[in-house]
């Protein structure tokens, strides 16, 4: 293998970092938006928790606290929210998915202020329940571009008959693509030594109806 | 006659399917008599300190096992963060004594000089040190500021402390939450968040680098992969903070990266080595235990990497099996790291109560 093949993501990712390097206590001067997205047969969840740092909190307190009275109302809550949901793509096997906001919850104004205040948005997407096989989810997340730290992850799905494949990211982890399958049920960290006997039971079962067929 | 030899066949496969599974269900069992001992001693060293504080503290320090405080903590310092139970600053000498004695009995040696080497490294903030410098501002931002320093650090009993029943013992304090849940012999540290700023420092003519070790063993273990497993371990994305940090129990993130299985012997044995910098925190008695359970299921464990491989380098590591999740994450600085230590199926002591 080339070293090159090493290297190229190294550097990107070194560059992307040194592009933010400045030193500080905490992560003051940035947003960081962390996506965490649950896959069903039937649907989508994704999780996102948003922690404006300390240095850009008031900005972003401004665009909530609409009427600068120190409270975020539920009104407030839920504009910001929808103003978040604008700036999201998601899609399913190259469709647009339907976000759908489930839930809200805000910290106090003092928190965000203080770099210690992390909004949580819950969304949801329902589709009818998906063929078996390979399908894909995109996500994008353009809320406070150019001045965010984004994370994006897959969970581990809960039902077995879900199992993600792959996971590809933009550097800044700003859009994920996961490649996911739908089928028959997966163990997810199974013991190597089960999955070794449980191929050996096909094997043998296989082995035993075709030499039964044989005979 | 043939079908009967298919299905003994058959048998014998799931048999060994079966017995291949065993290893991993003998190791999880901890040494009984090392841990009844341990935890009789860390009993009386929790009940000991019950004993030296007075009736507002003692009030103060213990809280319901299946209360909120269970999973109050943070990595932020206080000011920023409010903590709960008694403050080492608030504590007579004696009474601190008493804490630090619990903590010392309760981690391994190597454990108790992380974490005393983490809060004088918070100490060392407060003075000043760490090119972030004490960043406080709270008077800016209506006086309430972050608090640095080893008095900053709390102690809490999340339960009584008991030699049957389950309870944690939790210290923390900024770049510190150890959650070290007890029930009966048994013991873990996950969740347990270490940090330190500055990761480098100097005192008394001695470097000290409160998670050194980690950051050392991980680049030398990548040092130590081929080009085409550095290229399966490498992320090729920047992970800027820890994905499981505070606030993130309950979640199973899907693993990625080089699969341990694809290692030497050797190379597994230093990626134990670097798991060892957070097991190994507990008292022997439950890190050895630990420890085995994880070396069991290292054929389902991964190793992931973002950022260049050259010792001095901004980089994240994450290491993730069926029970194990390390993420070690430098905030875009190598003088300022953030790590997680969890166990997905018995944060808390999830599984001990399933027992």
Request: net charge positive.
């Amino acid at each position: 293998m080339r070293a090159s093949n090493v290297l190229i993501p190294v550097l990107v990712v070194a560059i992307a970092v040194a592009a933010g390097v400045r030193v500080s206590a905490h992560r003051l001067d940035e947003f960081l938006q962390a996506a965490r997205i649950d896959l069903r047969e039937n649907g989508v969840s994704i999780d996102l928790a948003l922690t404006p740092g300390a240095d850009i909190a008031d900005a972003i307190v401004a665009t909530i606290d609409r009427n600068s009275n120190g409270v975020v109302t539920a009104d407030e809550q839920d504009a910001y929210a929808q103003d978040v949901l604008s700036r999201l793509t998601a899609t399913l096997d190259g469709a647009r998915l339907p976000l759908r906001l489930r839930g809200v919850s805000f910290p106090t104004v003092d928190d965000i202020r203080q770099g210690n205040g992390t909004i949580r948005i819950q969304l949801d997407a329902s589709h009818s329940a998906l063929r078996n096989g390979q399908h894909q989810l995109f996500f994008s997340n353009g809320h406070h571009a150019g001045q965010s730290a984004y994370l994006a992850n897959a969970l581990v799905p809960a039902s077995s008959r879900v199992s993600v494949i792959g996971q590809r990211r933009t550097v800044d982890q700003r859009e994920l693509t996961i490649d996911y399958s739908v089928g028959m049920a997966q163990a997810r960290f199974a013991s190597g030594g089960l999955m070794v006997g449980l191929v050996a039971v096909v094997m043998m079962v296989r082995y035993t109806r075709r030499d039964g067929n044989r005979s | 006659m043939r079908v009967a030899a298919g299905a003994s066949l058959v048998v014998f496969a799931m048999f060994v399917a079966v017995v291949a599974t065993l290893p991993a269900q003998r190791a999880a069992a901890p040494s009984p008599s090392a841990s009844t001992d341990a935890t009789t001693r860390i009993v009386g060293a929790a009940q000991k300190v019950l004993s030296t504080l007075d009736d507002t503290r003692r009030a103060k320090v213990q809280f319901p096992f299946d209360g909120e405080q269970r999973t109050r903590w943070s990595n932020l310092p206080t000011g920023i963060f409010a903590r709960d139970g008694v403050r080492l600053g608030d504590l007579t000498p004696p009474q601190r004594t008493a804490v630090m004695s619990l903590l010392e009995t309760a981690f391994s040696a190597s454990g108790y000089r992380k974490v005393t080497e983490i809060m004088r490294g918070d100490d060392m903030l407060l003075g000043g040190a760490g090119r972030g410098g004490p960043r406080g501002g709270g008077a800016a931002r209506g006086g309430r500021g972050p608090a640095f320093g080893s008095d900053e650090y709390y102690l809490a009993f999340v339960g009584p402390p008991s030699v049957t029943t389950p309870w944690i013992l939790q210290f923390g304090g900024h770049h510190l939450a150890v959650n070290m849940t007890f029930a009966g012999a048994r013991a873990t540290l996950a969740p347990t968040l270490t940090g330190a700023q500055p990761a480098t420092y100097t005192i008394e003519g001695r470097t000290v680098r409160p998670l050194g070790q980690e950051n050392d063993r991980a680049f030398a273990l990548m040092a130590s992969l081929s080009p085409e497993q550095q290229k399966q371990a490498i992320f090729p994305y920047a992970v800027s903070d820890l994905v499981l940090g505070p606030g993130q129990d309950g979640r199973t993130i899907q693993p990625e990266g080089l699969r341990v299985s694809a290692l030497s012997a050797a190379q597994q044995t230093a990626l134990m080595e670097i798991v060892r910098e957070w097991a190994g925190i507990a008292n022997d008695a439950y890190a050895a235990p630990r420890m085995a359970e994880i070396r069991a299921n290292l054929p389902q464990t991964y190793f992931g990497w973002s950022g260049p491989t050259s010792p001095g380098s901004v980089i994240y590591f994450r290491i993730q099996g069926p029970t194990l999740v390390i993420e070690y994450a430098p905030q875009r600085d190598i003088d300022h790291i953030h790590t997680i230590y969890r166990d997905p199926t018995n944060d808390y002591g999830a599984a001990f109560a399933r027992k």
